[in-house]
């Protein structure tokens, strides 16, 4: 693993950003990520930076989903959804453990649309967009067996199709470890506070800040890449000497998307259950995730401060809550029965459509001043965007060549014929060894390895070992406590009051691997527990 990525070794960034690099990719989510990996394999030297932590915007706040986007057929998006589709399997390969198959049920309602005809001639382009054929339709009594909580009023019977899912903070992790084998550098808690610029006006590096030490840096590149997503209009609208950036117009619409957890005893499901929102006609879904049931999701404009973290509304809540009593009558959910919440912003290009759910969700790309935006598009399609990038970008490079042609992402190492070669598998919970080697690829064994006495042991109501915790304390650059409760691991969406109860033995493991004294993880407990209170709790 990097060195700077360890406790104490961040101490060696100064030398690091002294170098002048061909690429500097500004934003440490799941499209930063991709295009350090994708550049790293191909030669180029490429350092990535994050103001916050990695994944902390959207990209550790998605539905969890690595989907065709079924519904994206509807408006006509055939291109979207085939592109969605063919790398959607190409995950399920190349990134085994770390995405998996998720099957989804549909209910044939009377008088509720989409009717069954229309339906599945959707399920029909998209198997053969995916080059595969299966039934999808089962009357009710089969159904009821497949669904067995859903409302049964008016129901004729349903429509079962398959999708996958992924843990999408440790998408990004597992992207970043493996470009940095490559010889790539990310670098979280590291802003941009600026774009230096050449005389005639192009962007040739920025001006970075590191938000633990307070070091400022001035780092020269060949070409600046923002992959900041919903942020990306914040670069892109800096003035410039020759004027051009001055006069950019925002070009994005936030839009938030928000989700309720609830425990998987209280909502069981055996696949996932889609539904048209009672109110609205809408896509909702809940489906079995990490050890708990994710209910989601919303789609509305976000007309809060960027900088501030996002949250759930109260309106939110009651739109989610009346999707599951409209789904799941006789389960008598209430709200005391949610763990947590989680609010992502989409980068969704703005268009000027009046219903936030009609905007595309393709990626877009602007060469400005200088400055490669990278923006929109979905967690699915995250190689074809850094592909797309790098393709624009060779044109200001002249003196690197590729053919851009597409790689395993991560490899056939990722596969689960590798994870039937790891050490210690017959200590491990049943499946650990393929999520492990998914997660965390060639570096699993190591993280087997670390784990001291009762660490292979499954954390209560989720499906994370204790040893993860170790190991992302000593080798993935936690620098706050919310790091590694909210995004190394996922238990703070996972465990109710966001794993208060456990932070003892938490400590235990960590604090000395992190190196951090007994008033600073006082305080860092506090700031994080302040944080699930006010951004990851139901709100009043």
Not at 208 to 237: C, E, F, P, Q, Y
Not at 362 to 376: F, I, K, Q, S, Y
Request: glycine share 12%; proline share 4%; hydrophobic share 40%.
């Amino acid at each position: 693993m990097t060195a700077h990525w360890r406790n104490g070794g961040r101490s060696a960034l100064t030398d690091l950003l002294a170098r002048e690099w061909d690429v500097i990719v500004i934003g440490g989510g799941i499209t930063g990520a991709g295009i350090l990996l994708e550049a790293s394999r191909r030669g180029l030297t490429v350092l990535l930076v994050e103001q916050r932590d990695f994944a902390w915007g959207t990209s550790s706040r998605s539905s969890k989903l690595v989907h065709g986007g079924l519904r994206y057929l509807k408006e006509g998006q055939f291109a979207l959804t085939r592109e969605s589709v063919q790398e959607r399997q190409h995950l399920l390969q190349h990134a085994a453990g770390l995405v998996e198959p998720q099957s989804f049920a549909f209910g044939d309602y009377e008088g509720r649309k989409p009717g069954k005809r229309m339906f599945l001639l959707g399920l029909a382009i998209y198997d053969r967009m995916a080059g595969q054929k299966g039934r999808h339709y089962f009357g009710l009594n089969e159904f009821g067996a497949l669904a067995p909580n859903v409302s049964t009023v008016g129901l004729k019977g349903g429509m079962v199709y398959t999708d996958a899912k992924t843990d999408d903070a440790r998408l990004v992790m597992r992207v970043l470890q493996e470009a940095q084998q490559l010889g790539g550098v990310a670098v979280n808690y590291m802003a941009a506070e600026s774009l230096l610029r050449v005389d005639g006006g192009g962007v040739r590096g920025v001006r970075l800040r590191d938000g633990v030490s307070g070091a400022v840096h001035k780092v020269r590149a060949k070409l600046v890449i923002s992959a900041t997503g919903a942020w990306a209009d914040g670069l892109r609208t800096q003035g410039s000497s020759s004027g051009k950036a001055a006069a950019a117009k925002p070009r994005l619409r936030p839009l938030r998307g928000s989700h309720l957890v609830l425990p998987a005893w209280r909502l069981p499901l055996a696949q996932a259950i889609s539904l048209m929102h009672p109110l609205d006609g809408r896509p909702v879904f809940a489906f079995p995730w990490e050890g708990v049931t994710l209910v989601g999701t919303t789609d509305v404009d976000h007309k809060d401060d960027l900088s501030r973290e996002a949250a759930i509304t109260r309106a939110e809540v009651d739109y989610l809550m009346a999707a599951v009593h409209d789904q799941f009558p006789q389960l008598g959910l209430q709200e005391r029965d949610v763990i947590a919440s989680y609010a992502g912003v989409r980068p969704v290009i703005d268009s000027g459509k009046a219903d936030p759910s009609k905007e595309g969700r393709d990626h877009a790309l602007w060469l400005e001043d200088g400055l490669l935006t990278v923006t929109g598009g979905k967690l699915t399609t995250f190689r074809v965007i850094a592909l797309d990038a790098l393709k624009l970008a060779a044109t200001l490079l002249p003196e690197w060549r590729d053919k851009l042609e597409p790689q395993p992402v991560f490899g056939a190492a990722a596969g689960a014929t590798a994870a039937r070669g790891l050490p210690y598998q017959r200590h491990l919970p049943a499946g650990q060894a393929r999520r492990l080697q998914g997660r965390y690829g060639a570096l699993a064994q190591e993280l087997i390895a670390a784990a001291q006495p009762g660490e292979l042991a499954l954390i209560a109501g989720t499906e994370t070992i204790w040893a993860q915790l170790r190991w992302a304390a000593r080798c993935e650059s936690v620098q706050k406590l919310e790091d590694l409760m909210l995004r190394r691991s996922r238990l703070g969406i996972q465990l109710r009051g966001g794993g208060v109860d456990i932070l003892g033995r938490i400590r235990a493991i960590c604090q000395p691997e992190l190196g951090w004294s007994d008033e600073r993880w006082d305080a860092e407990q506090a700031a994080y527990l302040a944080l699930w209170n006010t951004h990851y709790s139901l709100p009043a």
